[in-house]
């Protein structure tokens, strides 16, 4: 089981990580973003300490519609698809999964089943991000969307090694082979594997359940599952 103030603690550090960013266009931005910051920060610790969140909150759209007013003599207002003030935190959102004790997460089958979808959001939100009818206008097609879905595929593998559920990677079927999905898939089975040896334990029945879903399950097939014995042979 996971205690009351970690959990709180890991809550209030996802929820940090949906910041307002700053315009540098915008004159004094820098200041409004600041302030925004602090505030968000304090209000996600409260939060967390106080209501004994079950998870963290999602992070916000990364693009918005706003109106604007155009030169046109039949319409004077218009409205287009822009970047939010709000982006995930470049830095901070790809270190704090690796951070996790998965273990303890799946073991608490309330706060774990609580957690998926707040992961599955994320990975939805870096699709978003560099997808979008918008992306290419703003050039948001960095390499910060791929390290963070590499984060998360491998603490989705921890998760389900330790025996959260193996639907887990579905999350990672909105990222074609564009996108490094095949990569996504070899993170969360070398997850998987890893805790495997880690623990120097044979390949028990959560081992073979967590790889039980396609594609995973594509890779177990050329595996032959022994009867006995704690070796694996292909």
């Known amino acids: ?22 315009r540098f266009w915008i004159k004094g931005d820098d200041k409004r973003a600041a302030r925004t910051r602090y505030r968000d920060r ?38 287009r698809r822009i970047q939010s003030k709000r982006v995930y935190d470049r830095g901070r959102a790809p270190a704090l999964p690796k951070g996790l004790n998965c273990a303890a997460i799946a073991r ?20 978003a991000h560099a997808h979008d009818e918008a992306a290419d206008r703003f050039q948001n097609r960095l390499p910060y969307e791929l390290v963070l879905v590499h984060a998360l595929a491998g603490t989705a593998g921890r998760l389900v090694a330790a025996g959260a559920s193996p639907a887990l990677w579905e999350m990672f079927k909105q ?13 969360y089975m070398d997850a998987i594997t890893t805790e495997l040896v880690t623990s120097e334990r044979a390949p028990d029945e959560r081992f073979w359940t967590a790889g039980s879903r396609p594609p995973t399950s594509r890779w177990l097939a050329r595996a032959v599952r022994p009867a006995t014995g704690p070796t694996m042979t292909s």
Request: glycine residues 4%; aromatic residues 16%.
């Open 1 to 22: 089981m996971v205690p009351d103030f970690a959990w709180a603690a890991m809550v209030a550090a996802f929820d940090i990580c949906d910041m307002r960013r700053h």
């Open 108 to 127: 608490d089958p309330v706060r774990s089943k609580a957690f998926a979808p707040y992961l599955a959001k994320v990975a939805g939100w870096a699709h």
């Open 175 to 187: 990222f074609d082979w564009r996108n490094r999905g095949g990569d996504l898939i070899a993170d």
């Open 42 to 79: 304090d209000r996600a610790i409260r939060r967390a300490l106080t209501t004994q969140a079950e998870a963290p909150l999602p992070p916000r759209a990364p693009y918005v519609y706003r109106w604007f007013r155009q030169k046109k003599w039949r319409w004077a207002l218009g409205r």
